[in-house]
């Protein structure tokens, strides 16, 4: 047997031939002018998307048919896309609105949990308008509804149920549409103790086995992959720039504020959650300090690379949240980003990076803190800090990261 004495010879060799093209040209965007020009970002921009190509096929392929439905961790440790924040657990599963699903486990502990029904995706930005484009794949769908963990009812174990189209079920039930195309879940972490949701999905009315793709079905999933590669190399974060300079692109280490607050409030109201970015940059001997007031709200920051994809949060200090961050007297939050540890409790590794994002997120509130960031030099850090600011130990910083290393990997059970 040899190529060409199966009808769909050529047509499954075309398809596969461009998708390698086409990733041989999502390579070539590593070096756009938007990632920055040192060995070591420049390496990160293939393992980012490489690290996409891993799961290019689970989305367009395996898990794509919706009468069979399987949870897909979107982002992880080792995957890492859209601005992923570090404390975190992303899960999505393709759906549509003529089947009912059940969702079954057990709660977990995470401070913030919620389930999403996502509708049609338009081509163009619902918020920005038509001379911008829409996310790529599987961004930029239309919220339909929404639970989250406050409403979710458990039993006393912590398991429950959560029924996903169809008639209206009691206590937990989420209603579709014609156009429902995606189920969206996330858990939200604030301490190291929390531990994460485990649950599966399925049809109720499931009978038979999943069918096998066709050439047909692969064929369409090489175009998908190729697509969804192409957007992960060609709208990070070029396309969140764009979004940003319509309100005045904010200046590098300098926090978004106000104005960015609102145009995040379009775009975030219906999600249970604010976000704003700061891009930086920092030289091989400076560090920054960021500084709010700590009002007891669920803050979430996370040190990103070039492309918006989290920094090594499984083995870093790249990510914090209140429970797991110092305070000091005066009730203000102070954060040290710098490359080298500067002996304080709160320190941002920048992983050596000479430039990336920092995001901050507010869950289960509109209200954004006011921040101010002052750029000092390295060697200045400990004598512009108050004294009473929580320092670090090398012995207390080795207590941290196995903290972090162990509680990430319960998370996703790795």
């Keep these: 047997m040899a190529f060409g004495d199966s009808d769909e010879d050529v047509a499954l060799g075309a398809a ?21 020009a040192n060995a070591l970002q420049r390496a990160d921009a293939f393992r980012y998307l490489m690290q996409n190509l891993g799961q290019a096929y689970d989305l367009a392929l395996e898990t794509k048919n919706t009468r069979y439905p399987m949870i897909h961790p979107f982002c992880g440790p080792a995957r890492k896309l859209g601005g992923d924040n570090a404390d975190f657990v992303y899960l999505q599963a393709w759906i549509d609105g003529a089947s009912t699903y059940r969702i079954a486990g057990d709660r977990g502990t995470a401070r913030f949990i919620n389930f999403t029904v996502q509708g049609p995706r338009p081509e163009k930005d619902v918020y920005y308008g038509a001379d911008h484009p829409n996310l790529h794949e ?3 769908d239309t919220p339909e509804a929404n639970l989250t963990g406050d409403d979710l009812v458990t039993e006393p174990d912590g398991s429950f149920v959560l029924y996903i189209g169809g008639k209206r079920r009691e206590p937990n039930w989420l209603p579709t549409t014609p156009g429902s195309r995606k189920l969206f879940m996330r858990q ?14 399925e049809r109720i009315d499931m009978r038979e086995p999943r069918p096998m793709p066709t050439p047909q079905d692969l064929i369409a999933s090489m175009q998908w992959a190729g697509d969804f590669l192409t957007g992960v190399m060609t709208d990070w974060p070029d396309r969140e720039l764009e ?5 005045g692109e904010p200046e590098r280490n300098v926090f978004p504020g106000a104005r960015f607050a609102g145009a995040a409030e379009q775009r975030d109201a219906r999600r249970g959650r604010l976000i704003v970015t700061m891009p930086w940059r920092l030289g091989p001997d400076d560090a920054l300090i960021l500084e709010f007031a700590d009002d007891g709200e669920f803050w979430m920051l ?24 110092a305070i000091d007297s005066d009730g203000h939050v102070r954060m040290v980003l710098a490359h080298n540890d500067p ?4 320190w941002i590794d920048t992983q050596r990076f000479s430039e990336g994002y ?3 997120r507010v869950i289960g509130s509109r209200q954004l803190p006011e921040v101010r960031i002052t750029v000092v030099a390295a060697a200045d850090v400990d004598s512009v800090l108050p004294g009473d600011t929580r320092r670090a130990t090398p012995e207390e910083r080795t ?8 509680a990430i990997r319960r998370r996703y059970r790795i």
């Design 16 to 36: 596969w031939h461009k998708f390698c093209d086409r990733l041989k040209a999502a390579g070539d965007l590593a070096f756009k002018d938007t990632s920055p």
């Design 138 to 140: 599987p961004f930029g």
């Design 188 to 201: 939200g972490f604030d301490s190291w103790s929390e531990r994460s949701a485990q649950f599966s999905i």
């Design 243 to 247: 979004i940003g300079s319509l309100f």
């Design 302 to 325: 996370t040190n990103m690379g070039a492309f918006w994809n989290s920094m090594d949060y499984l083995y870093r200090p790249v990510s914090y949240t209140p429970s797991r961050s």
């Design 343 to 346: 002996g304080v409790h709160n």
């Design 358 to 360: 920092l995001t901050m």
């Design 399 to 406: 207590g941290q990261l196995h903290a972090r290393f162990d």
